[in-house]
């Protein structure tokens, strides 16, 4: 087990080491953040200072090894845009990136489990069928509409929640929902198929012909084996989330990396933008790290 | 029951939140359309930076003043003459400090203008000097001479646009600014928002507003909606879509000036029967109140009617598609190659409904003869078809943009857009260097004449290009304040003049 991790940990280094490469030639190739950043009718003269100022004047290959250099003595480079160090902005996005990830994974999945698996019980039975039909509306609506409605009805017409922004707990409410929805479904469908198979495998029915109550046979049985591809589609999620999700933010006025990703990305800001895959591709390796590991907790074969 | 109990307090609650986040009775709070990362006092004349810093935290030593049209007036200097040709003294203020505490003197200004000039540091306002070279002597604390070389007539009207800092201020952009203005910074979450609080001692009348907390939201419908469920007072922009209730809403022009640069090098642009039959092939009228909102306002001049010399003499091509097409054939007749494809250019979102208004405008080019074909581009893209050195082997474009003047004086557009070496000139014709160097060394009404004459010669003699609209932008205010958005407010929000109800 041990020695796999440490082949997942040098693999995924190397990864990430051409990611960065990759992000590094292909973003400059996108143009000069000269002309973004200043006015329109700027004057040659003052392009030319701010190429010079920012070091985009020198060689390709030879701002390729000044930053290598200066990442190596974990320097990420200024932001152009925010006049301050880019992993400091990427990090404060990140963080709420990430507890707006951890808090709706944690809710899809505790909520996803616990439904599909009522619901494969008693499989076309009302209850099932409900459930069926809510998941796939949620898995279909696209997230900026679910958003928009979201608040004219709860901010506007009902004045329970704020419509965007951040400061208290009522903040969160829209948001979270909003990013609940389409996972929710999904995950909710892959625990309902995934728990109905248990339900008719041979250990089951054993432990039925046994007099085995349902909810040990649910809890104790079943659930332990049908969670590995539940495992698998909610880390596939949480990767999705913690790469930023742009439209919720955007919309919500949330601080998160999605947006900030693709903001620099539209002004060039070079050096937030390969902070922010690092930062983010680190998270994400770290996840599949810890998706491996419950792996191995839940199937012994994998412990080797 | 018990259930019906708990939701009953869980909305109670709810309720109750919902009043914490409305706002206290003397703040306010602005929602901006995207985020500001910036608060350094010399990029003030970027519009989302200006609409928090100019005039509020940091001021200047003249203001122009286009909502009760009185021009151009005092700030931190309280009068100023043309001390010598191409110098002028500024007699300063002296009761007015600093948010740190220190004092304003002529110490000041001078390195407020020197850092604003400086290849160290970025700002924006070196450009609206072009090539001029500013020089500043300090006569005495409360006196400063700046000597403008080549000398520059609307100096006074210049320094507008420079930011006053404190001499200790580092070259460096800072992201602390200390100003003279009636509010100072208290408060900056980067990427959520930027609070302001009045100060107690400002130099002039103190304001209403005690707070303005300032917070960033790209969907014009949420910044709509903000201001509806009373959780921001003012939404300098929304769309139009949007602005559907005549109690908050509000349409003004916002300085911005749609047109299409012609690059008169390449055939068949180069012929003016061409540039004619362009502008008169375009229906104008039938974009107004439908593609684009009812107070647009045909052009005929890149700057908005509020700016000096703005002639009303000069009208609109008539839409007259016979014509166009009688000019095109005779154009034909003479070998111009008429039927070469002309590219169209534009910029996705460069205002709410852009590709539909360029899609309609190639259809009536069409309907007259002319081949086209449009091209939309993201705005690195855009730029490098829209500002000099232009691509090689480029073929005829009409390149679709907005141009922005709401500083009362055509200097601001006119070297940038017609002179030979403008960047952004379509256009080399000397007789218009000459103009445009005339009208910017003239004063007074020297100065008007110069720019009413370049206008008249720029739209009837050379047809430089198809202008089409003056822009109005929507905003929407909160009914408890008293405040009504103006061309100024595409560009600054001065807090003090927000009154409530």
């Known amino acids: ?220 049985h079943t659930l332990r084996n049908a969670m590995l591809p539940v495992i698998t589609v909610v880390g596939d999620q949480a990767a999705a989330m913690l790469n930023g999700a742009v439209v919720v933010e955007t919309i919500f006025g949330f601080p998160g990396v999605g947006k900030l990703m693709i903001d620099s990305i539209l002004q060039r800001d070079f050096n937030v933008i390969l902070a922010a895959i690092m930062v983010t591709a680190i998270a994400i390796f770290v996840m599949n790290l810890l998706i491996d590991i419950a792996y191995a907790l839940l199937d012994p074969r994998l412990r080797t | 029951m018990k259930g019906k109990r708990l939701l009953l307090g869980l909305m109670m609650t709810a309720s109750a939140a919902a009043s914490a986040w409305a706002q206290e009775a003397k703040d306010i709070t602005v929602v901006l359309d995207e985020e500001v990362d910036l608060v350094e006092p010399c990029m003030a004349t970027r519009s989302n930076i200006g609409r928090i810093i100019l005039q509020n935290v940091s001021e200047t030593l003249t203001e122009l003043d286009v909502r009760n049209n009185k021009g151009l007036m005092p700030r931190l200097a309280e009068s100023w003459e043309e001390a010598s040709p191409g110098t002028w003294r500024f007699h300063l203020r002296k009761d007015a400090k600093f948010s740190d505490g220190s004092a304003f003197d002529a110490g000041d200004v001078k390195h407020s203008i020197e850092r604003a000039m400086s290849d160290k540091i970025s700002c924006e306002s070196p450009r609206y000097f072009g090539d001029t070279k500013l020089e500043t002597k300090v006569v005495d604390d409360n006196t400063i001479d700046i000597t403008a070389t080549p000398a520059q007539p609307i100096l006074p009207l210049l320094m507008t646009l420079v930011t006053i800092v404190p001499a200790e201020t580092p070259i460096e952009f800072t992201r602390e600014p200390i100003g003279t203005g009636p509010y100072k910074l208290t408060e900056w979450k980067a990427g959520q928002s930027i609070t302001l609080t009045r100060r ?204 922005d003047n709401a500083r009362g004086d055509p200097v601001f557009s006119m070297y940038f857009k017609y002179d030979s070496n403008g960047r952004q000139s379509g256009i080399a014709n000397p007789e218009v260097d000459k103009m445009i160097a005339e009208a910017t060394a003239a004063t007074g009404e020297k100065r008007a004449a110069g720019w009413k004459k370049l206008i008249a010669y720029l739209h009837d003699d050379v047809v430089a290009d198809v202008l089409l609209f003056h822009m109005v932008g929507f905003a929407r205010v909160n009914p408890r304040i008293d405040f009504t958005p103006t061309i100024a407010t595409n560009s600054q929000l001065q807090l003090s003049e927000i009154r409530f109800k």
């Open chain 2, 200 to 403: 107690d001692d400002y130099w002039g009348t103190a304001p209403e507003v005690t707070k303005a907390t300032y917070v960033f939201r790209a969907d014009p419908s949420v910044r709509a909606a903000m201001v509806a469920a009373g959780e921001a007072d003012i939404a300098p922009l929304i769309s139009e879509l949007d602005a559907n209730d005549a109690e908050m809403d509000f349409s003004y022009p916002n300085s911005e000036t749609f047109y299409m640069r012609l690059d008169h090098s390449i055939p068949p642009l180069n012929d003016k029967r061409v540039r004619q039959a362009l502008n008169m092939a375009l229906d104008r009228d039938a974009f107004i109140g439908t593609l684009l909102p009812k107070g647009a306002i045909k052009a005929t001049a890149i700057v908005p009617p509020t700016t000096l010399g703005w002639n009303p003499d000069v009208k609109v091509a008539p839409y007259d598609p016979e014509g166009a097409k009688k000019l095109l054939a005779e154009a034909k007749a003479d070998g111009v190659p008429v039927e070469t494809p002309i590219t169209i250019v534009g910029r996705t979102n460069n205002f709410p409904n852009v590709v539909e208004v360029l899609e309609a405008a190639q259809q009536m080019f069409e309907e007259v003869g002319f081949k086209t074909k449009l091209q939309m581009y993201e705005v690195a893209e855009f730029e490098k078809q829209y500002s000099k050195p232009y691509p090689e082997g480029r073929g005829p474009l009409l390149v679709a943009a907005q141009h």
């Open chain 1, 1 to 220: 087990m041990g020695k796999k991790m440490m082949r997942r940990v040098v693999s995924s280094f190397f990864s990430l080491v051409a990611l960065v490469v990759m992000v590094f030639f292909l973003s400059r190739l996108t143009g000069d953040p000269a002309a973004l950043f200043l006015p329109i009718d700027a004057t040659q003269e003052m392009l030319d200072q701010f190429r010079e100022l920012h070091g985009l004047n020198d060689p390709l290959i030879q701002q390729f090894g000044r930053y290598v250099w200066d990442v190596l003595h974990l320097d990420f480079g200024d932001s152009i845009r925010k006049a301050r160090p880019a992993i400091e902005v990427v990090l404060e996005s990140f963080t709420w990136t990430l507890q707006l990830a951890l808090i709706t994974i944690a809710l899809v999945t505790a909520l996803a489990i616990t439904i599909g698996s009522v619901a494969a019980f008693r499989p076309g039975g009302l209850f099932d069928r409900f459930v069926s039909l809510v998941s796939l509306i949620g898995a279909s609506a696209p997230d900026f509409w679910i958003a928009i409605v979201g608040i004219v009805v709860f901010s506007i017409t009902l004045g329970w929640v704020p419509t965007s922004g951040t400061g208290t707990v009522w903040h969160w409410i829209l948001p979270v929902a909003v990013l609940f929805i389409r996972p929710f479904g999904l995950i909710l469908q892959v625990v309902r198929g995934s728990m109905l198979t248990a339900f008719g495998s041979a250990y089951v029915k054993t432990a039925r012909a046994k007099g085995v109550g349902n909810r040990s046979i649910i809890f104790v």
